[in-house]
């Protein structure tokens, strides 16, 4: 299974903290990315990495790609209550099958 | 607003009943999506279409029956549906190039309750 898996599975922290969420794959990828969801609602794309980079930004995100690993992070940098969602990292598979096929997501709480 | 919208956003119906949701992008994509996600599983690739043509069906039961009209609109008829397909359902599209698949905007949903 392309299927990522992201970890941890929950994670709590107070605003102003840092936040690390992890993402691991099995196959060769043509890029990943990572979604935010709002409880109940719909996907919104933060950021996509392709194959060939290594670390990109987008204000207070950063994500890093190791293909060696086949794992991708998200760090969200001072957090803040509203970052409060679930994320979840998507593959897009290389090869004639690709599609993009998203992970279970890491529930963040950003508390005061 | 990420220029993606779906209707009705909640439906409740029995596992007799016959309902469509109504997905609408505004974005000026060539490509369009159904997922299913559901509690505790990962979001569930559904159909996809590509200039109106489906591209992938991906193993999904004959009770869901998408229509795809023109690049902007997409449907999903729903016919005796069993109490397992509750779920949340999200159409999303994109603009699809070749083998990659670029960032995708999804609509809001649909909470779909099945009795």
């Known amino acids: 299974s392309q299927q990522g898996e992201e970890d941890p599975q929950a994670l709590s922290i107070q605003e102003g903290e840092n936040a690390t969420m992890n993402c691991s794959y099995k196959t060769s990828i043509n890029n990943l990315q990572w979604y935010r969801q709002n409880s109940g609602r719909g996907l919104v794309h933060l950021i996509l990495i392709r194959s060939n980079e290594r670390e990109k930004h987008s204000g207070r995100l950063r994500v890093t790609l190791d293909t060696s690993k086949k794992s991708s992070s998200l760090l969200i940098t001072a957090s803040r209550a509203a970052d409060t969602a679930s994320y979840f990292c998507a593959t897009d598979g290389a090869g004639t099958a690709s599609k993009l096929t998203f992970g279970t997501g890491t529930r963040l709480q950003v508390t005061l | 607003e990420t220029g993606v919208t779906q209707t009705p956003r909640h439906l409740v119906m029995g596992m007799t009943n016959k309902k469509s949701l109504k997905c609408e992008q505004h974005l000026g994509h060539n490509a369009m999506y159904w997922y299913k996600q559901s509690a505790k599983k990962p979001l569930e690739l559904m159909f996809v279409?590509?200039?109106?043509?489906?591209?992938e069906n991906n193993s999904v039961p004959s009770r869901f029956s998408p229509e795809c009209p023109n690049s902007s609109h997409l449907f999903l008829h729903l016919h005796t549906l069993q109490p397992e397909d509750s779920a949340l359902y999200l159409c999303?599209?994109?603009?699809?190039?070749?083998?990659?698949?670029?960032?995708?905007?999804f609509g809001p949903g649909t909470r779909l309750t099945v009795l």
């Open positions: 279409y590509n200039f109106k043509e489906q591209t």
């Open positions: 999303a599209s994109s603009f699809h190039s070749g083998s990659s698949y670029n960032e995708q905007f």
